[in-house]
């Protein structure tokens, strides 16, 4: 990354969590404001997946499944239920890096739940962020649920299949497991490895995606600047194309850098930076 918005993304960091206590106090006291806000949001009733409502309580959180770091679901359920998804055993299962990540059922909807151990600052930074895109009516996961004392959020299953996967699915050696265990990634440094992987993607993206779905990403990622927030992890696990409308989605913004006030210099060398990623992933497509 070049030093300069290396920097100014440091500095911006620190800033925040300088005053996380503050954020943290201010959106605790406005939870109710928030799911509200939040009502006409994209989700999807399990119902709709054929999950019977005899399994699960309508009003409480009901644990389906855990996430891998490749994003494949180790069921907790009979699997006949969610074989729409990638699914793995306990002997596949890839333990995530960082946070743990579960498929519920929350008030009869999809949703997934991170757990962010106890993190205030990254907590808050996925928090912020969904609110702050919600409201300017982004392509974003909506919040069901927000749990302040354990360090919770559940945003909305949306039913659409992940860019990595599609690009796997196609040959592309991108996903965690396959880069762990190719004797070709093995004692290379962690940036070569990720240049290898934007190359393996930006072979099969024409396979998996069209133009437009790039445009429909470069617009997305312009809306998202202008509400002061740059995503910081751009990557081809973070995009997900919607099964219906076709709409693609960013998704995780625990590391997103929020400007608070200032739209000046230093927003316009993050979010050109950032521009400059999204077309380094897709320029295949250009």
Known sequence: MPIIPKLLRRVENEKYKKGVEKKFRYFQNRKKKILNSFKRGYKIHASTFGIPTDIYDLKKEFVVAEVDQDGFF???????????LPLTSEEYFL???RFKIFLVISHGYLGIKKNYRGNKYRFLKELESLYKLSEKDVNVPTILDIDFNNLTIIISFIDGEVLREKLAEQGALIR????????????VKRKIVAGRRLKEGRRFLPKVIDKEVFLKLSQQLNEIHKCGIIINDIKYGNIIIENNTKEPYFIDFETATILEKSFGLKYNILANFERKRLIKHFKSML
């Not at 965690?176 to 004692?187: E, F, I, L, R």
Request: net charge positive; no cysteine.
């Open 74 to 84: 180790l069921p907790f359920i009979d699997k006949k239920y969610i074989e729409f």
């Open 95 to 97: 333990k995530r890096e």
């Open 176 to 187: 965690d497991k396959q880069v762990g265990k190719n004797s070709d990634y093995t004692y």
